[in-house]
C-alpha cells in the first residue's frame, strides 16, 4: 500500500503539524528539552511537537541522542532542562510509571518479554492499568476478579488478532520467532491505551519480508486506533514510505525537520550521515 502525501501546516509559532490535526491540541510538546550525562550534553535544546495523529521518525547517525530522548520522553532519564507536555499535561516529577499511564507506551531496540510466559499472558501483564481488583479477590478468585480476568483474556487475544497472532496466544513468548516476538512487544505496547506509541529500532534485526510486513502492520496500527506514532529507525527506506515527518539528530542537536522529500534533500542530513563531501578533484589538485 503506497503511501499518502501529508500536508503539512504552519499552526501557532513555527510548530508545523498534519494539516488533520492543526485543529486539536498536540499528543506531545518537547520545549527546549535537554540532560546533561556525566558532564556531557547528550540532548540539548529539543524542541518538537507531534500531532494526535502523526507518524513521525527520529532519525540520526548511531551516538546522535535518539534513544535518550526516548528515554526522557519515558522517564528513564529526568530531564536537566526543559518541559515535555504530553497531552497539553507536564509530565515534570513522573515516574515512568506514571507517563505509561498518562498515555506513552515504548517498545525497546533490545526486545523485553515476559520469555517463560505465554503470549496472551505477555498481553494481560500490561493491562495493570485497567484492572481494579484487588489481592484477596485474586487470592479467592472471587467474581469480580474472574469477571476482570476474562475480560481481559478477551481483549488480549482481540489485540493479537490484529497480528494474526491470536493462534499463538498459549506459545511461550521466549520461543516465538524474532519477528513474532517484535509484533508482539507492538501488541504488548497497544495494550496500556496509549495516546503516544513510540517505537525504537523495531524493523532490527528484520529481513526484507519481515521490514515490509512491519511497515504495513504500522500502517494497521495507526488506522484502527488513530493514536500519534515515533520510531526510531536506521532502515531509511521503512522511514521514507511510512513516516509523515521527519525529526534528525546529530550530537543531541536538531539539525533537519521535514517532510521525507525534505530530509533527503537536506545538505545538513546528507552531511551528518555521509560525513563532508569531497571537493571536486580539481579543486583539491
Known amino acids: 500500500m503506497a503511501k499518502a502525501k501529508t500536508k503539512y501546516v504552519t499552526v501557532p509559532s513555527t510548530t508545523i503539524l498534519p494539516e488533520r490535526d492543526a485543529s486539536r491540541e498536540p499528543v506531545l510538546e518537547c520545549v527546549n ?31 546522535a541522542g535518539k534513544t535518550t530522548v526516548f528515554n526522557l520522553l519515558t522517564k528513564v532519564y529526568q530531564p536537566t532542562t526543559g518541559t515535555i507536555l504530553l497531552n497539553g499535561k507536564d509530565t ?21 518479554l515476559f520469555k517463560n510466559l505465554s503470549v496472551v499472558d505477555n498481553v494481560k501483564a500490561a493491562m495493570n492499568n485497567d484492572m481494579h481488583y484487588n489481592m484477596f479477590s485474586a487470592i479467592l478468585r472471587l467474581p469480580d476478579y474472574r469477571r476482570e480476568e476474562i475480560a481481559a483474556h478477551r481483549r488480549a487475544l482481540k489485540l493479537l488478532s490484529i497480528f494474526d497472532m491470536q493462534d499463538m496466544a498459549d506459545v511461550r513468548a521466549g520461543s516465538l520467532p524474532y519477528g513474532a ?25 528484520m ?13 494497521k496500527v495507526h488506522e484502527m486506533f488513530q493514536i500519534a506514532i515515533v520510531l526510531i529507525e536506521h532502515d531509511m527506506s521503512l522511514v521514507m514510505n511510512i513516516c509523515e515527518g521527519i525529526c534528525v539528530l ?6 533537519a525537520k521535514g ?20 571537493e571536486a578533484k580539481g579543486s583539491e589538485e
Do not use: C, W
Open 33 to 63: 528539552l535537554g540532560i546533561t550525562l556525566g558532564g556531557i550534553k547528550a540532548v540539548e535544546d529539543f524542541n518538537l511537537t507531534i500531532g494526535r495523529t502523526e507518524i513521525a521518525g527520529l532519525i540520526g547517525p548511531n551516538g
Open 259 to 278: 517532510t521525507p522529500d525534505e530530509i533527503q534533500n537536506n545538505p545538513a542530513v546528507i552531511e551528518a550521515y555521509l560525513g563532508r563531501r569531497k
Open 250 to 255: 546529530n550530537f543531541g542537536h536538531i539539525i
Open 181 to 205: 516476538q517484535r509484533r508482539l512487544e507492538i501488541v504488548r505496547a497497544l495494550a496500556t491505551n496509549p495516546s503516544l506509541l513510540l517505537l525504537d529500532e523495531p524493523a532490527a534485526g
Open 207 to 219: 529481513n526484507p519480508s519481515e521490514t515490509a510486513d512491519l511497515m504495513d502492520n504500522i500502517r
Open 92 to 112: 515534570h516529577g513522573m515516574s515512568t510509571m506514571q507517563v505509561n499511564k498518562a498515555g506513552i507506551a515504548r517498545t525497546f531496540q533490545n526486545i523485553r
